[in-house]
């Protein structure tokens, strides 16, 4: 296996931002190169141990959906290799893990469309019955599918804070009615062509988050990730059915196996408050994070 990168340290290109996950570097005024780390975030904290192959995995997995997205939403790839613009001595950061896209005028909400209830979801579903502001019927159940996805925005945060649900009111105001309308519609749409795809493989996507810019024509344009365990909730449909049953959190393809790790370890007796530094990984906890995205996209693009 290839050596983990936690973060890459380009010389050759201007670093413009690290996020969670991506490393993003200015290649002249019109475009970013991204580099996706074995970084992971949980809770909005960075953990210390990297996941050998993530990066590599989540831009196989990126690269996958936009291909197979593009009739619905022009994306951000420019086609051309991120290898070109670095330095020789770079390459080993940058190949299999990195794209080279167009820079956009980013749009500051996450798009977020949920197709089943889980997570905050659920929880706000508990107090209100409804999610975002988008009422629901009475009677439903953790995990539970919804009766047609929903669009449940989010105001994007900086590193290190949490994104906080808006409603759709706010998106409008935001960005205006026409825009607010377009990313409501188009967001359904690769979602539930995304989810209907996912389906044929054994994987259900539960929910999942899309960001999106604006090009120089005012176009509007999917960029980031699309449709990773890093932005989405993934599950397998075998153990599914048994899990809502007993209205438990069904077995994931996403972070959740840290994340349920990190809920039940005790630092001195007492639980992580979820604040940096995190706990160390075990080098089991590691390798099985690191099995189930190498399972995901298996799945995902298997004949």
């Given at each position: ?88 001595a770079e390459l080993p950061q940058v190949t299999g893990r ?33 999610v975002c502001g988008v009422p629901l019927p009475a009677g ?164």
């Amino acid at each position: 296996m290839t050596q983990a990168l936690h973060t890459s340290a380009l010389t050759s290109l201007p670093l413009l931002a690290r996020g969670k996950v991506r490393d993003n570097y200015a290649v002249g005024t019109d475009r970013l190169l991204m580099v996706a780390s074995d970084r992971l975030s949980a809770f909005d904290v960075i953990l210390g141990e990297p996941i050998p192959g993530k990066g590599a995995l989540l831009t196989q997995m990126a690269l996958f959906w936009f291909g197979r997205l593009g009739h619905i939403c022009p994306n951000h790839l420019t086609g051309e290799a991120p290898e070109s613009v670095v330095s020789a001595a770079e390459l080993p950061q940058v190949t299999g893990r990195s794209m080279l896209v167009k820079r956009l005028k980013p749009i500051p909400v996450e798009a977020v469309v949920r197709g089943y209830l889980a997570g905050s979801g659920w929880k706000e579903y508990q107090e209100s019955r409804s999610v975002c502001g988008v009422p629901l019927p009475a009677g439903l159940k953790n995990a539970g599918k919804l009766p047609e996805p929903i669009f449940t925005p989010a105001a994007k945060a900086e590193v290190g804070e949490h994104d906080e649900n808006i409603s759709y009111e706010q998106v409008v105001k935001v960005v205006g009615p026409e825009l607010a309308a377009q990313i409501k519609k188009i967001s359904i749409e690769i979602y539930t062509t995304a989810a209907a795809f996912a389906l044929t493989k054994g994987i259900i996507i539960a929910d999942t988050k899309f960001e999106f810019g604006l090009d120089e024509n005012g176009t509007l344009t999917l960029m980031d990730e699309v449709l990773t365990p890093d932005s989405s909730r993934y599950w397998p449909i075998e153990g599914y059915e048994q899990a809502y049953a007993e209205g438990a959190n069904p077995p994931s393809y996403d972070k959740q196996f840290v994340r349920d790790w990190l809920e039940a370890v005790r630092i001195n007796g007492k639980p992580w408050d979820k604040t940096p530094p995190s706990p160390p990984l075990p080098p089991d906890v590691v390798e099985k994070t690191a099995a189930k995205y190498r399972e995901a996209l298996e799945r995902l693009t298997a004949a």
